[in-house]
């Protein structure tokens, strides 16, 4: 298997913003990071800047997205991403450009991540163009109604049944309950902004406990 390899769920950060990057690598639970081209544009950066200067954060995969149309423009702005640094990894659109590409990555040897997966037979298409991960997007699939958890089951159960060397990343993630699930379902990953990943922490019998500690250790 290629990838992050554990026999726990890897926590990715989804994010540009380079203070909550240092913020969550300070917890010592984030292996890897997820960006693309609307959240760096969020900081008012530019691209390849941004991406640099979180390689030196976060020692993991780092997902760097190409915003071409073409599968050729793809590659070329694919092959200048990956010279930053070995850990990028070149996040790409599930699109017959993208698939084109991932493969053309894949046999140069470079990590790809196809994005936007909502169905099985668009993971299986990703596969077998050689997708290091694949995202399924939890939040989006929820949005309208589609079951998430058994999208994340099922392309678990393809990726195992044909033995191929790919890992879900449970991508959109909205709230702690995404996490749960996708951790329960087969997912390989969790990508999770840091708003989310902060409430991770947290429960309300957790800071009821907290209180009638620090009450008790007043009198």
Known sequence: MTGVQTCALPIFIDTANLDEIKEAASWGVVSGVTTNPS?????????????????SLVDGPISAEVNEGKAEDMIAQALELAKIHKNIVIKLPMTMEGIKACKALTD???????????????????????????????????????????????????ILNYRYDTQIIAASIRNVSHIET????????ATIPFKVMAKMVEHPLTTAGLKIFADASKK
């Open 39 to 55: 959240l760096i544009a969020k900081e008012g950066r530019d691209l390849k800047e941004v991406i640099t200067e979180i390689t």
């Open 108 to 158: 140069k040897g470079i990590k790809t991540n196809v994005t936007l997966i909502f169905s099985v037979h668009q993971a299986l298409i990703a596969c077998e163009a050689g997708a290091t991960y694949i995202s399924p997007f939890m939040g989006r699939m929820d949005d309208i109604g589609l079951d998430s958890t058994k999208l994340i089951e099922d392309i678990s159960q393809l």
């Open 182 to 189: 996708a951790a329960l379902s087969g997912a390989d990953i």
